[in-house]
């Protein structure tokens, strides 16, 4: 079992939809959650940062993390094309400052 | 603040070189990491720094990889006798060095093995 799984996709959504992306871990002591945009052949950049149970919104963006389920989600409201991107989901792990990278999933914002 | 630079952006170079990587993060930022990149996989972690001691390594940096920090400023990412399976993105980030804290990524360098 890898320790931070994605679902690769794509994922297609149309224009003004709701996006929604999922991240399981397998280490429960897992303490910091974050998600990050990717465009091709670009470095990760920040979305969200979340690390207690529940919602946490910025603009558009909601991260929603269950400890007890292991898993952390994001969704993107009002999608445009230009959210088009990988959506990379990182965890740190008791001990450590490290990320741990789930593979991504691609979003694809059909205009 | 002008955020984590990397050089060089993209290095080509033949298999059983030597190559090396600068990585200049956020000032003030004392924990500076290294990862890596291939496609269609997420980044992988490769070392870690606080100030300039180096307190993690992965099982991928093999003894072709060397790092370092020497005066807690830029580190450099060093590997030795390239093979093709070393081809990908080299990304470097950096960190406050707070508990909850989130890494800021620098563009990265590509790497190509021929």
């Known amino acids: 079992q890898k320790e931070v799984e994605q679902n690769s996709g794509p994922l297609s959504v149309p224009e003004g939809a709701i996006a929604s992306l999922n991240c399981t871990y397998s280490?429960?002591?897992?303490?910091?959650f974050f998600w990050y945009r990717q465009y091709s052949g670009k470095s990760p950049e920040l979305i969200m940062s979340?690390?207690?149970?529940g919602d946490k919104e910025d603009g558009r963006f909601t991260a929603q993390l269950n400890k007890a389920s292991q898993y952390v989600s994001l969704l993107i409201r009002d999608s445009q094309p230009s959210d088009s991107a990988t959506y990379l989901c990182?965890?740190?792990?008791?001990?450590?400052?490290?990320?741990?990278f789930g593979t991504g999933t691609r979003l694809k914002v059909l205009a | 603040d002008t955020g984590v630079s990397q050089n060089p952006r993209h290095k080509i170079t033949k298999r059983g070189q030597n190559v090396t990587f600068r990585c200049d993060p956020i000032?003030?930022?004392?924990?500076l990491y290294w990862y890596r990149q291939t496609l269609g996989q997420g980044p992988e972690f490769l070392t870690y720094?606080?100030?300039?001691?180096?307190?993690?390594k992965s099982r991928l940096l093999s003894d072709r990889f060397s790092a370092e920090r020497p005066k807690g400023s830029f580190s450099t990412l060093e590997i030795q006798r390239t093979e093709q399976g070393d081809s990908a993105m080299y990304l470097c980030?950096?960190?406050?060095?707070?508990?909850?804290?989130?890494?800021?990524f620098g563009p990265g360098t590509r790497l190509l093995v021929l």
């Open positions: 280490d429960r002591g897992s303490q910091s």
């Open positions: 720094f606080q100030n300039e001691a180096q307190l993690e």
């Open positions: 000032s003030e930022h004392n924990r």
């Open positions: 979340i690390y207690s149970n």
């Open positions: 980030a950096s960190s406050l060095g707070q508990i909850q804290e989130t890494q800021y």
């Open positions: 990182a965890v740190t792990t008791s001990g450590t400052y490290k990320y741990i």
